[in-house]
């Protein structure tokens, strides 16, 4: 298994990764029946401390569930409904989820991390922490004669320009020393409270739109013209997809854990599912 990455910030300081992302090669390899999970938009922290607290027991659960085959696991972005890593401090909360990834990494699964638009403000402390690979952008996987690319999602495809201009501004070292001046205890504050005014946090439920105004299905069609991909993997959009492009290319969103708990599995043959978790 090849695996690219763009974007990675954690080798490099901060400004040189924004002007000048590096690509990364890491090869890896399948052991007997072991399979490649991914899961995203897991929003800990909203709507209340109570329902966030339910689902990381959730969230859990289902890495108990899976530690047994899981050779590496990807966290497709949005796994905190709001993310900063001060040089002293980090958001509290989340513990458990920690403490069952450090466990899990410490037994040899390997962890890799994608910025989402409500936690891209990750830098190093995953990486020191949960020995995770920590993902900016896009990552292109081949294995088994399988191309595939993952992506939390966010800012692709057609509209949204708003955002998207918003999304260089907060991912700009400058946006990011800025805000790092402001005392935690305000600058957590602004940004709880900026969470909570989210369509996740406000439950606000998705609505399939149809192929042709399903953005990353958009998107992912005009890639398919410059170059093949057997999977589409994306989170972002909270609702669980899985839809055929041509003939050999299939297009899959991994939806989210408030309503879904859902999340794809790659097995040693190179085939891809969708799953619900129901524990």
Known sequence: MLLYTRGSTYLLPLLLSYFLPLQQ????????????????????????????????????RW??????DAHAIYLVGDIFDFWFEYSSVVPRGYVRLLGKLAELSDSGIKLIFFKGNHDMWMFDYLHKELNATIISN???????????YVHHGDGLGPGDGKYKLLKKFFRSPFCQWLFARIHPNLGIGIADKWSRNSRIANDQKEEFLGEEKEW????????????????????????PLDIK????????????WIHFNTYAVLDEFGALELKTFEG
């Open 25 to 60: 090669s890491i090869f890896l390899s399948l052991q007997g029946n072991k399979k490649i999970y991914f899961a995203s938009d897991f929003h800990l922290g909203v709507p209340t401390y109570q329902k966030s607290r339910e689902r990381e027991d959730r969230i859990v």
């Open 63 to 68: 890495l108990d569930s899976i530690r047994h």
């Open 138 to 148: 896009e990552l292109i996987l081949e294995y088994g004669g399988k191309r595939i």
């Open 216 to 239: 990353l299905v958009v998107f992912s069609k005009e890639v398919l013209q410059k170059e093949h991909f057997d999977y589409f993997i994306f989170g972002h959009r909270h609702l």
């Open 245 to 256: 492009l041509t003939e050999n290319s299939r297009y899959v969103n991994l939806g989210e």
